[in-house]
C-alpha cells in the first residue's frame, strides 16, 4: 500500500510538473516563426480573404461559404442551411476539436474532472466544427487576411485532410452537440494537450504559408501572429 501511495504520488508530481510548465511551453513554442512567412502581400485580383477568430480561449478560420476556389457547400451539409431568420450563411467558421467536449461540454463548469484528466492523460478522439455566419464584421476578435489563391488552396486542403473520405453520392452525416447553431463532423486526429484546437489552427495556417508560431497551444499563440486591421482616422 505505501509503495502504491508512493507511485500515485510520483505520477501526480509529474503532472503537476507538466502543467506548471505548459503555459510557458506554450509561449515559447508560439514565438518561434513557423510557415513560409511570405512577404509579399496577394494580388488584389488574385486574392481571398479569410477570418481567424478567438473568443479568448479557442481560435477557428472562418472561410466564404462559396469562391470562385471552393463551394464548402459540397463538403458540409450544414453550410447551405438558412439560420432561424431565413438568412443563408455567407461564412463558416471551422475548427477541429476533442468529441466529447464538443458534443457534451457546453461550460467549463460541465467538464468532468475524469473527462479532463483522460484528455491531460492519453487525449481523445477528434471532430471537427463548423458554425455558420452571415457577413462577420471584422474586429480585435475577428481579424481579416487575404491571401493568396494558391495559398487558399492549401488551406482548403488542410482543412479538409482529417475528414473521412465519402463514397460518391454520399452526404456527412452531421452531429448534434453542445450549441445548436454549430455542427459537427466526424475527423480523423487525437486530441491533446500537445495537440489541440488552437494548435490545429495555427499549423493549418502555417501550412498555407501565413507567418505563425512553431506549436500554438493556446489562442494568443495564433492571435498574436494576425495582426488587427487598423481603422480609417476620422
Excluded at 486574392?47 to 472562418?62: M, R
Excluded at 508560431?213 to 492571435?223: D, K, N, R, S
Excluded at 494576425?226 to 480609417?232: F, N, Y
Amino acid at each position: 500500500m505505501r509503495r502504491l501511495r508512493r507511485i500515485a504520488l510520483v505520477i501526480g508530481a509529474l503532472l503537476a510538473l507538466v502543467i506548471a510548465g505548459y503555459p510557458l511551453a506554450g509561449w515559447i513554442g508560439s514565438s518561434i516563426p513557423h510557415g513560409e512567412q511570405t512577404a509579399q502581400p496577394p494580388q488584389p485580383d488574385d486574392s481571398i480573404e479569410i477570418l481567424v477568430e478567438t473568443n479568448g480561449t479557442h481560435t477557428g478560420i472562418v472561410v466564404p461559404v462559396v469562391s470562385p476556389a471552393k463551394d464548402w457547400r459540397t463538403v458540409f451539409p450544414s453550410a447551405a442551411m438558412p439560420d432561424a431568420y431565413g438568412r443563408v450563411p455567407t461564412h463558416l467558421s471551422i475548427g477541429w476539436g476533442e468529441r466529447e467536449v464538443f458534443l457534451h461540454v457546453a461550460t467549463w463548469a460541465d467538464l468532468r474532472p475524469a473527462t479532463a484528466l483522460r484528455i491531460a492523460t492519453v487525449g481523445g478522439d477528434a471532430l471537427m466544427r463548423v458554425s455558420n455566419y452571415v457577413r462577420p464584421m471584422a474586429g480585435p476578435n475577428h481579424r481579416p487576411v487575404r491571401i493568396s489563391s494558391a495559398q487558399y488552396a492549401r488551406l482548403v486542403s488542410a482543412i479538409e485532410r482529417p475528414l473521412p473520405t465519402l463514397s460518391a453520392g454520399q452526404s456527412r452525416k452531421i452531429l448534434s452537440g453542445t450549441y445548436a447553431d454549430d455542427a459537427y463532423y466526424e475527423a480523423s486526429g487525437t486530441y491533446s494537450l500537445a495537440n489541440n484546437c488552437n494548435s490545429w489552427v495555427g499549423e493549418t495556417l502555417a501550412e498555407a504559408g501565413l507567418p505563425m508560431g512553431a506549436w500554438t497551444p493556446f489562442a494568443g499563440g495564433v492571435m498574436k501572429w494576425i495582426p488587427e486591421r487598423q481603422l480609417p482616422e476620422r
